[in-house]
C-alpha cells in the first residue's frame, strides 16, 4: 500500500482568541480564515474533519513531490495573511475581536504514513496511530506560533534535504518525546514579509463638497459601539426600517468597507456596498452606497455616532442624494421630504428597537 499524506493547518492563538473577545464577531474571523484556507487547497486534498480552528486534510495513497507540498503550504499562507491584511485595512467595528484578528498566526504540521480509514455516517475518515501522531505534533517545542512542521518520514518520502534553504523556507531539526517515543521532524519559521500577499481592493473614501440633502439626529441609550453592532448586523435590518422585506448577505462576514448586501423592499432588490468618509476623532461611522432607487444616480447614507458617555451616544444620520441631470436633481428635490419622512421614522424605530433590546 501506497503511503498517504496528512495535512493540518491549525490557526495559532484561537483558544484565546474566541475567549477574549466578542463571541459572534470572533465565530466570524474565525469561519472566513477556514474557508479561505480550504479554497487555498490546490493539490486536491481531501477535508476529513473541521476541528474547530484547525483542517484536519488527507491525500489517499498519494505524496505531493517536495516542490507541490511546499506551493501548497506557501499558497495557505499567503491566503491566510492576505485575508488578515484584508480584515485590517478595511475594517469599521472596533471591537475586540475585529480588532485583534491580525494578531492570529498559522502552523501546518504534515505527515505520511500508511492510513486506515474507518466509516462514521457514511463518511470515511482516516484513522489510526498515525493519525494520533499527527495531531500529537501540534503541540510541540517550536518556538514560534507561524510554522511549517514536516516528519521524519515525509522529509525522506520527499527527499527533502533536512538543511533546505530558500526565500520562505530555513529548515531546522527538532524532535519531541510522546509516550516514550520520540517524534523527529524539521520546522521552517515563516516571516509573513516574504510572503507575496495577494492585492484586495480597498473602497476609496467618499468626500462631499456639499452639505448633506438630509440630516437627522437622536440620543440612545447605548455606546457608540454597541449601536453600531445594531446598525451593522443586517440581520436586525427589517425589524426597524420599515417595508424592508429582508436583507441578502453573507452571514459568516463581519461587515466591512467594500461588504455588500441587498435590500429587498415592496419585491425591489436595492444593492448596497458598505463606503467610508471621513469623521471627526472619537465619531464611529457606517456608510452605505446604493444606485438602485431612482430618481437618484448615487445615494449615501452614512451612520455618525458620537459618544456622550455613560452608555449614550449621539447618532447623526447624513444622508447624499446625488444626480446628474437637471431633471433627476428637481425630482430629487421634491421627493427630499418623503426620504426625510421615512428615514426619520426609520430612527425612531431603531431607537425603540435598541431600548426593547436593554430593557
Known amino acids: 500500500m501506497n503511503k498517504s499524506l496528512l495535512f493540518i493547518p491549525d490557526i495559532s492563538g484561537y483558544t484565546e482568541f474566541v475567549q477574549t473577545t466578542e463571541v459572534e464577531h470572533s465565530q466570524h474571523v474565525i469561519t472566513e480564515l477556514l474557508e479561505i484556507l480550504i479554497d487555498a487547497n490546490t493539490q486536491q486534498l481531501q477535508l476529513a474533519e473541521v476541528e474547530g480552528d484547525a483542517l484536519f486534510f488527507y491525500k489517499e495513497q498519494e505524496i505531493p513531490s517536495r516542490e507541490k507540498l511546499l506551493a501548497q503550504v506557501e499558497t495557505m499562507f499567503t491566503a491566510f495573511y492576505s485575508h488578515l491584511k484584508l480584515l485590517e485595512k478595511n475594517r469599521i467595528c472596533p471591537c ?71 526565500m520562505l523556507f530555513r529548515f531546522n531539526e527538532g524532535s519531541d518525546v510522546y509516550d516514550n517515543k520520540a517524534l523527529n521532524y524539521v520546522y521552517a519559521i515563516i516571516d509573513a514579509k516574504e ?99 431612482p430618481p437618484v444616480d448615487e445615494l449615501y447614507q452614512f451612520f455618525n455616532m458620537t459618544s456622550l458617555g455613560n452608555d449614550r451616544c449621539l447618532l447623526t444620520t447624513n444622508i447624499y442624494l446625488q444626480a446628474a441631470s437637471p431633471l433627476k436633481k428637481l425630482a430629487c428635490f421634491f421627493l427630499k421630504p418623503v426620504f426625510k419622512k421615512k428615514n426619520q421614522k426609520a430612527i425612531d424605530d431603531l431607537h425603540a428597537f435598541v431600548t426593547a433590546q436593554i430593557t
Open 195 to 293: 510572503l507575496k500577499l495577494k492585492p484586495f481592493e480597498t473602497a476609496k473614501k467618499v468626500h462631499f463638497e456639499e452639505a448633506p440633502s438630509i440630516s437627522i439626529s437622536k440620543e440612545f441609550p447605548v455606546s457608540s459601539a454597541t449601536l453600531l453592532e445594531y446598525i451593522t448586523n443586517y440581520s436586525y435590518r427589517h425589524l426597524w426600517s420599515k417595508g424592508v422585506e429582508k436583507i441578502e448577505f453573507d452571514e459568516n462576514q463581519v461587515t466591512r468597507i467594500g461588504s455588500e448586501h441587498v435590500c429587498v423592499v415592496n419585491g425591489k432588490h436595492l444593492n448596497f456596498i458598505t463606503v467610508s468618509t471621513d469623521t471627526e476623532p472619537g465619531v464611529l461611522s457606517y456608510g452605505e452606497m446604493t444606485t438602485s432607487p
Open 96 to 166: 475586540n475581536a475585529c480588532a485583534t484578528a491580525p494578531n492570529l498566526k498559522l502552523k501546518i504540521v504534515a505527515h505520511c504514513s500508511e492510513l486506515q480509514f474507518i466509516n462514521v455516517q457514511n463518511k470515511r475518515k482516516p484513522f489510526g496511530s498515525e493519525v494520533i501522531e499527527a495531531h500529537r505534533l501540534m503541540k510541540n517545542s517550536v518556538d514560534s506560533d507561524n510554522y511549517v512542521l514536516l516528519t521524519k518520514a515525509l522529509v525522506e518520502a520527499i527527499h527533502l534535504p533536512t538543511d533546505y534553504q530558500s
